[in-house]
C-alpha cells in the first residue's frame, strides 16, 4: 500500500463526535453519485472530501457545509455567485468551483482536486510544535504564497477570513492550494454566528502547537465582532507565519518578537510580524502587496532567491478591478493618496534644498559684511525683482542668493557675466564691467518676467481642471467648455504639475509629472471614464423579466449597479400572464436610477367544464358538483367560481380533484379574450398503503414487478384491483402480499422484518449485495508440505507437518475478482481490467483492508457467527482448503498441464504430452478450470494469493492443532502460483516468500470466514 500521511488532527477529533449532526462521513460511504475516498480535513464552516464518481472514477474535492446551512437558500445563491466570480480567476493556489448543488438535504460545492498534504501536516514532516518552526526559508515561500493568492483574490472582491491550517494543501513541487476561499462572506453575518456559536472547538488552543484552527487566526476586530475586512486576511497571515517560522502560536497578550526563538535572524522579522498582528486594524499591514513588501524586507540580500520570489509575487497581484465602484469619495481619496505620496516626497526634497540654500545665503552675507568694512575693493550692487534670486557668475563656481530683493558683493575689477534667475521667471544675462584701480559701488537693477504659458485640456464638457504644484498645493483652474475644452493664457507658471481632471459621474483622472514648457502652447488630452450607473427596477406583481437593449438581465424587484451610461437604453418588463410594458431611458454617469413599471395588467380567457366518470356511473350531480374542485397550476377553485371566467392566459395544467376521484392532468395555453369548453374523465382515486417499518430501515417496493418509490412512507397503488406488492429491505428478507383497496383506501402495513440469516455450519454462503461465494471446509487434519520424492519439491516444503482443525471455517469459492474489489473499496488498480478476473496488483495490507472493510459491513448486519470474520487465510489454512482432501502435487493428481489451470508448462517437466502454454499472458476469468472437491477454484495458478503468515524458511513438523499465522519476518508467504508460473510452481505445497508491499499483475487473494485469531 502507498504511504498516506496520517489524517489531518480535525479529522480525527471530529471523527471522535459522531453523535452530531456534522459528522465525518467515512471513507467508502456514499454521497449521492460519488463514494468517499477520505476526509481531507474538518473545518467549522465545511468538511471537505476527495471523492469519486460511481460510474467514471473522476475525481473531485467536495466542501460539504455545516449542518447549519442545510435549507438556506440565500447561503446557497450566494455560492452560486461565487462561483461565477472565482470562475474568472486565473491563480493556480485558487481552484475553480464546479458546481454548487443539494445532495441528501445537504449544501455543497464541488471543486477541482485538490492533491498533496495540508500545511499542518507539513508542519508535522518538518517542524517541531512548541520548539521550531519549517525553516526560514520555507516560511518566507509559504507565506509569501498565502499573501500572493489572497491578494489576488482581494484585487477581484474576494477574501477568506477562515485561514485553519487545513484548508492550505502543499503540492509537490511547494507550490499551494488554498480552500474555503469567500465562504465566510457567503454565509453572512448571522449565519456565520451560529455556527461558531454551536461549534465545539476551543476559542483559544494555544496547547495544540501542531495545527492552527478557525479560532486561532480570527483577528481581534473579527474575534469581538467589528466591522471586518480583507486586512482581517493580513493577520490571519501574520498568524500562520509566526507559527511557521517559530513552531509556536503567537500569543497577543504577552507577544514575544521571533528573534527570541529563532537564532541569527533578521530584526526585519520583528517589523513584518508587528505590523501583520497589530490589533487594531487601521495600524496593520493595509493590504497583501504592503505586506509582502514589508516580507521581502526580511531578506539580507536584495537580490536574494527569497526576495525574487517574494517579488514574483507581488507582481502576480493585479490592480484592484473595483475601485471605482467604491464612489467618488473612495476614488479622491485613493487620488490624494497617491498625490500626498508624491508631494511628501517633492516637500522633502524641496526643504532639502532651500535648508542648504539659506545656510549659504546666511554665511556669505556674513562674509560680504565683513569684506565691506575690512576692504577698499570696489563692490557690486544688485536690485532684484523677484525679492529671491539665484545669481551666478558665467565661467566661476561661485553662486549667490539674493534676500529682500538685494545683493551686494566685494569684486576685483574686470568684466562680469551674471545669470540671474527665479523660480516661475524668465531668466536673464547681465554684464558688469568694473573699471581698474577705481574703489567704487557699481549698482545695478534687474527685474525677471513672470513665465507665464498656455495650457490647453481636451476632456469632458463640464470638467472641472486642477493643479498641483511642487509644494503639493491643489490649484483650481477652471471648467472645460460644452466642447470639452479648457484653454488658459498666460494662466499658469511653467514647471512640472500634477493634472487633475473630474466631473460628477466620471471617474477622476490624475495626470502626474505633466510638463510646461515656456513658450509653448501645452496641448493634454485627459478623457475621462464615465463611472457606471445604479438603474433599480420594480413592478407590481414582483418577478416581471427585465431585458435592456434585447438583453435579459434578472427580474423585478431588480437593482443594476454597473450600467454604463447612455441614451438609448429601450427597457421592457414582461410577465407571463400580463401584458410587456415597455421605456426608453436616458442613464446618465453615475446616477442613481428607479424605474417603476407599476401595476402589470394581466392576460386572461375563460374555462368551461363537462365532467364524466370513467367506468361506472356517476353520482347524482348537485352531490357531484358540490365536492368537485378545479386545480389550475397549484390553485384550487370550486366548479362554479367566478375566477374561471378570468384565468390568467398562458400555458396552464389544468386537473379535477374530488375526495373518491381524479382526473388526467390536461395542459392548455390560455389566450386572451378566449373561451375554452373542456370535457374531463373522472376515475377512481388510487387506494394507499402506509407502511410502518421499525427502526431507520429503508424499503425499496415494486409494484406488479415494476420498482415504485415512496413517498412519506406511503404508496398508491390502483383501487379496484389486485395489486401484487414487493417489499425488499436491505440485510432482510424479501416480503410479497397481496392488496386491493377500494378508491382512496389506506391499508397500514405493520412490516415486520426478518434479517437475513448468516453463513450456517456445513452449508454454502453468498455475502448479500457483495456476491461474495464461500463454500464450507470442515473441521478435520491433513499433511502439510510435500513428500521427499515428489517431482520439483524444494527444501522449505517441508518437513512434512500434520495439522489438524477443530473448527471448519468457509473458504472463498473464487479469487476475489476486481468487481468485487471495487464495489468494497471503490477502486481497481488491476493491470489486466475486467470485473471477473482476479484483482491484483494489490499489496499485503490493501488485502487485508478489504477483508477489513467486509467485516465491518457483516457485523453491522448482524451476520457473522460468534467469533468469526472474514480475513487472509493462514498458511495451513489455504494448503488444507485447496488440497481438499487430496495428497498428490495438485487437488485433481499427480499431472498436470495449461489445460488444467492458467499457469504454464506441464508436471513433471519430462512429459511429451500436454499443453504447455496458455494462449497468452495475464489473467482469465475465475472459476474457469475444474473446481476441487470443496468447490474451491484457481486454487492452481491465475493468481498467487496473500496469506497472513510471515515466511519461515521451513516448516514446523511435528503435529500443530489449530495453528496460529507466524508474526515474525519481514517477508510474507503467497500460495498457489500465477498464470506467469510454470506447472511445477503452483503445486499444492509450493511456498513463495515476497515483500509485503509489492503489487504484482500475477499476485491476488481468496478471503476466508474464519476463527477471529
Not at 292 to 307: D, M, N, R, V, Y
Not at 507 to 521: A, D, H, M, Y
Not at 533 to 560: C, H, M, Y
Not at 692 to 709: F, Q, W, Y
Amino acid at each position: 500500500m502507498e504511504n498516506q500521511p496520517n489524517p489531518p488532527e480535525s479529522v480525527i477529533a471530529a471523527q471522535k463526535k459522531e453523535q452530531l449532526k456534522n459528522r465525518v462521513l467515512k471513507s467508502g460511504e456514499s454521497f449521492g453519485n460519488y463514494r468517499v475516498v477520505k476526509c481531507m480535513c474538518a473545518g467549522l464552516l465545511a468538511h471537505y472530501y476527495h471523492m469519486q464518481h460511481i460510474r467514471d472514477l473522476h475525481d473531485v474535492t467536495v466542501a460539504i457545509f455545516h449542518h447549519r446551512t442545510d435549507g438556506n437558500d440565500k447561503f446557497l445563491k450566494r455560492l452560486e455567485v461565487l462561483q461565477k466570480t472565482v470562475s474568472s480567476f486565473d491563480h493556480e493556489a485558487i481552484p475553480k468551483i464546479r458546481d454548487c448543488n443539494k445532495i441528501d438535504g445537504r449544501i455543497c460545492i464541488f471543486l477541482d482536486p485538490v492533491k498533496g498534504q495540508t500545511l499542518s501536516q507539513y508542519f508535522e514532516a518538518h517542524g517541531v510544535p512548541g520548539k521550531q518552526g519549517v525553516g526560514v526559508k520555507a516560511a518566507v515561500r509559504l507565506i509569501a504564497q498565502l499573501l500572493g493568492a489572497l491578494g489576488y483574490a482581494h484585487s477581484q472582491g474576494v477574501d477568506h477570513r477562515d485561514l485553519d491550517s487545513d484548508l492550505v494543501y502543499i503540492q509537490e513541487d511547494g507550490s499551494i492550494r488554498l480552500l474555503g476561499l469567500g465562504v465566510k462572506a457567503c454565509l453572512g453575518v448571522d449565519l456565520f454566528e451560529s455556527i461558531v456559536s454551536a461549534s465545539v472547538s476551543p476559542l483559544v488552543s494555544s496547547k495544540t502547537q501542531g495545527r492552527l484552527n478557525s479560532f486561532d487566526v480570527m483577528s481581534p476586530e473579527y474575534r469581538s465582532g467589528v466591522s471586518e475586512d480583507s486586512r482581517v486576511d493580513v493577520y490571519g497571515v501574520g498568524f500562520v507565519g509566526y507559527w511557521l517560522l517559530t513552531g509556536r502560536k503567537a500569543i497577543l497578550s504577552k507577544y514575544e518578537p521571533p528573534t527570541a526563538y529563532v537564532e541569527e535572524l533578521s530584526p526585519n522579522w520583528n517589523v513584518f510580524f508587528e505590523n501583520s498582528l497589530e490589533r487594531a486594524q487601521d495600524k496593520r499591514y493595509q493590504s497583501c502587496k504592503v505586506a509582502l513588501l514589508g516580507l521581502k524586507g526580511t531578506e539580507k540580500e536584495p537580490q536574494s532567491e527569497g526576495a525574487g520570489f517574494v517579488q514574483r509575487q507581488i507582481d502576480c497581484i493585479p490592480v484592484p478591478r473595483k475601485i471605482v465602484e467604491r464612489g467618488e469619495l473612495a476614488a479622491r481619496i485613493y487620488r490624494l493618496f497617491i498625490i500626498g505620496l508624491i508631494g511628501l516626497t517633492l516637500t522633502a526634497i524641496c526643504a532639502s534644498f532651500l535648508n542648504v540654500s539659506y545656510t549659504e545665503e546666511v554665511d556669505y552675507s556674513r562674509t560680504v559684511a565683513e569684506l565691506a568694512e575690512a576692504s577698499e575693493s570696489p563692490s557690486l550692487v544688485l536690485s532684484v525683482k523677484p525679492l529671491v534670486a539665484r545669481v551666478e557668475f558665467v565661467g566661476y563656481k561661485q553662486r549667490f542668493f539674493a534676500s529682500q530683493g538685494a545683493l551686494r558683493l566685494n569684486v576685483q575689477p574686470g568684466d562680469y557675466k551674471l545669470r540671474i534667475s527665479a523660480p516661475h521667471h524668465i531668466e536673464q544675462v547681465l554684464r558688469v564691467s568694473i573699471a581698474e584701480g577705481k574703489v567704487a559701488t557699481e549698482r545695478a537693477r534687474v527685474e525677471l518676467k513672470p513665465a507665464w504659458t498656455n495650457m490647453t485640456i481636451h476632456t469632458e464638457p463640464g470638467a472641472s481642471v486642477s493643479v498641483v504644484d511642487a509644494r503639493d498645493h491643489e490649484i483650481e483652474l477652471g471648467v472645460a467648455d460644452e466642447t470639452g475644452t479648457f484653454s488658459l493664457k498666460k494662466g499658469i507658471f511653467a514647471g512640472t504639475y500634477h493634472v487633475i481632471v473630474k466631473k460628477d459621474g466620471y471617474q477622476p483622472k490624475v495626470l502626474e509629472n505633466q510638463s510646461i514648457e515656456f513658450g509653448t502652447l501645452s496641448e493634454i488630452d485627459a478623457p475621462l471614464l464615465p463611472l457606471p450607473a445604479t438603474v433599480n427596477v420594480r413592478s407590481e406583481p414582483a418577478g416581471a423579466s427585465i431585458t435592456i437593449n434585447d438583453v435579459e438581465l434578472g427580474k423585478t424587484p431588480l437593482s443594476l449597479p454597473e450600467v454604463i451610461p447612455n441614451d438609448q437604453y429601450l427597457i421592457f418588463a414582461r410577465l407571463d400572464g400580463y401584458r410587456p410594458l415597455g421605456r426608453r431611458v436616458e442613464v446618465k454617469p453615475g446616477a442613481e436610477m428607479l424605474i417603476d413599471f407599476g401595476q402589470l395588467v394581466p392576460l386572461s380567457g375563460a374555462l368551461r367544464f363537462r365532467v364524466s366518470v370513467s367506468g361506472e356511473s356517476p353520482p347524482e350531480p348537485d352531490e357531484m358538483n358540490e365536492e368537485l374542485k378545479v386545480i389550475i397550476d397549484d390553485a384550487s377553485f370550486s366548479l362554479g367560481d367566478r375566477a374561471l371566467s378570468f384565468v390568467p392566459a398562458g400555458e396552464r395544467r389544468i386537473r379535477l380533484e374530488h375526495p373518491l376521484y381524479i382526473s388526467q392532468e390536461e395542459t392548455i395555453e390560455v389566450e386572451d379574450g378566449q373561451v375554452y369548453d373542456l370535457d374531463f374523465i373522472l376515475n377512481p382515486r388510487p387506494g394507499v398503503v402506509q407502511l410502518e417499518i421499525p427502526g431507520n430501515l429503508k424499503a425499496e417496493v415494486r409494484l406488479d414487478g415494476h420498482a415504485a418509490s415512496l413517498v412519506d412512507g406511503s404508496i398508491q397503488i390502483p383501487a379496484n384491483r389486485e395489486v401484487e406488492f414487493e417489499l425488499r429491505v436491505r440485510n432482510h428478507l424479501t416480503m410479497l402480499r397481496t392488496f386491493q383497496l377500494s378508491p382512496n383506501e389506506t391499508f397500514v402495513w405493520e412490516v415486520q422484518p426478518v434479517a437475513i440469516p448468516g453463513p450456517t455450519e456445513g452449508q454454502s454462503w453468498t455475502v448479500p449485495y457483495f456476491h461474495i461465494s464461500f463454500a464450507w471446509v470442515p473441521a478435520g487434519q491433513f499433511e502439510m508440505g510435500s513428500p521427499l520424492p515428489e517431482h520439483a519439491r524444494l527444501p522449505n516444503e517441508g518437513p512434512q507437518t500434520k495439522v489438524r482443525f477443530t473448527r471448519g471455517f468457509w473458504a472463498g469459492v473464487y479469487e476475489v475478482t476486481q468487481a468485487q474489489y471495487y464495489e468494497i473499496t471503490g477502486r481497481n488498480p488491476s493491470q489486466y481490467k475486467s470485473g471477473a478476473r482476479p484483482v491484483e496488483s494489490v499489496s499485503w495490507e490493501e488485502a487485508q483492508m478489504f477483508c477489513e472493510l467486509l467485516t465491518s459491513f457483516e457485523r453491522e448486519a448482524e451476520r457473522l457467527p460468534e467469533g468469526y470474520v472474514y480475513r487472509l487465510p493462514s498458511e495451513a489454512e489455504w494448503e488444507y482448503a485447496a488440497r481438499a482432501g487430496s495428497t498428490t502435487p495438485f487437488h485433481f493428481g499427480s499431472e498436470a498441464d495449461a489445460t488444467k489451470g492458467q499457469f504454464r508448462g506441464v508436471y513433471p517437466r519430462d512429459r511429451q504430452d500436454g499443453l504447455r502454454a496458455p494462449a497468452g499472458p495475464g489473467t482469465s476469468t475465475v472459476g474457469r478450470y475444474q473446481a476441487n472437491a470443496y468447490g474451491l477454484y484457481d486454487v492452481h495458478g491465475n493468481v498467487r494469493e496473500w496469506t497472513l503468515d510471515r515466511y519461515n524458511g521451513r516448516l514446523d513438523g511435528d503435529s500443530l492443532i489449530d495453528p496460529h499465522p507466524r508474526t515474525d519476518g519481514a517477508r510474507v508467504v503467497v500460495r498457489g502460483g500465477g498464470w506467469e508460473d510454470s506447472a511445477a510452481r503452483v503445486r499444492s505445497a509450493v511456498r513463495e516468500e515476497i515483500s509485503p508491499n509489492v503489487k504484482s499483475d500475477a499476485l491476488g487473494f481468496r478471503v476466508v470466514i474464519a476463527p477471529e485469531l
